[in-house]
């Protein structure tokens, strides 16, 4: 994946069920080339009472998605663009393909 997609990103969707929903990047699994996206990809996990959640009962929680499923989204637009690397002053940085302008780079 090469750093496409960044930890903090705005990502859309680009298919599978959850086409088109927008989204904060909150984990990246480099090795596995996946995102878990906020909001997206919801499953239900059926959790039984334990010492640390006497309730149990049935939680909502994000999976990963695969690293191609899922676009930057272009600061211009508001849309999914492809990722495209530019070297400025000695730095490599990364741009939007679509309006040419330098996607943000979220502090960590």
């Keep these: 994946m090469s750093a496409r997609i960044r930890l903090g990103d705005m990502v859309v969707v680009v298919s599978g069920k959850d086409k088109g ?3 904060k990047v909150t984990r ?3 090795e596995e080339d996946r ?3 906020e909001g997206v990809n919801l499953v239900k996990r059926h959790t039984r009472p334990t ?5 149990g009962g049935i939680l ?3 999976q990963p998605l695969h690293g191609c499923k899922v676009m930057p989204v272009d600061p211009k637009t508001g849309k999914g ?4 690397f530019k070297e400025i002053d000695g730095r490599k940085i990364r741009i939007a393909i679509k309006s040419g302008d330098e996607l ?5």
């Design 21 to 23: 929903k927008k989204g």
């Design 28 to 30: 990246v699994l480099r």
């Design 35 to 37: 995102v878990v996206v």
């Design 51 to 55: 010492p640390r959640n006497p309730a």
């Design 60 to 62: 909502e929680r994000e």
């Design 81 to 84: 663009t492809r990722v495209g």
């Design 104 to 108: 943000p780079v979220v502090a960590e």
